[in-house]
């Protein structure tokens, strides 16, 4: 059976409501985006099954800074123990090693008392796929 022009025309303009509808929402979005801001809401009810969970922050720490630390007692509040990975990328210089950023980080922390919640463990960097080191931690 053919398609009649007056419900073809029906069905086009459906598809470009239907578009429309669309593209104010995708535009909505990228115009309001939901953002979570610091400091995190604290609901603790939401938190239940993620307590005695261990997480890891991974990031380069070049240098470490207060935002790092902040994400970190977050991750170690939230889940009961975050732990910083140092990464490296070799195709990029740094001033200091990754030991030394380790040890800062320690510092920040037992600075903050904070520590027990928070690791940054490793002694040796090893090298991964795509020219890039991992920090790795001792055993």
């Not at 909505?28 to 801001?37: A, C, E, F, K």
């Not at 975050?82 to 001033?95: C, E, L, Q, W």
Request: hydrophobic residues 40%; glycine residues 6%.
């Amino acid at each position: 059976k053919a398609i009649s022009f007056t419900m073809l025309h029906h069905i086009l303009l459906a598809a470009a409501a239907l578009f429309g509808v669309f593209t104010i929402l995708v535009i909505y979005r990228l115009i309001r985006p939901t953002v979570l801001s610091y400091p995190w809401p604290k609901d603790e009810d939401e938190y239940v099954g993620d307590k005695g969970k261990k997480v890891i922050l991974a990031g380069s720490y070049n240098p470490p800074h207060y935002g790092h630390l902040a994400m970190l007692a977050y991750l170690a509040e939230r889940y009961g123990e975050a732990i910083a990975v140092i990464g490296v990328n070799a195709t990029k210089k740094y001033d200091v090693t990754p030991e030394q950023r380790a040890e800062l980080i320690r510092k920040m922390v037992s600075a903050e008392k904070i520590q027990g919640k928070i690791r940054v463990e490793g002694e040796c960097c090893c090298q991964t796929s795509l020219n890039a080191y991992t920090y790795i931690p001792d055993q």
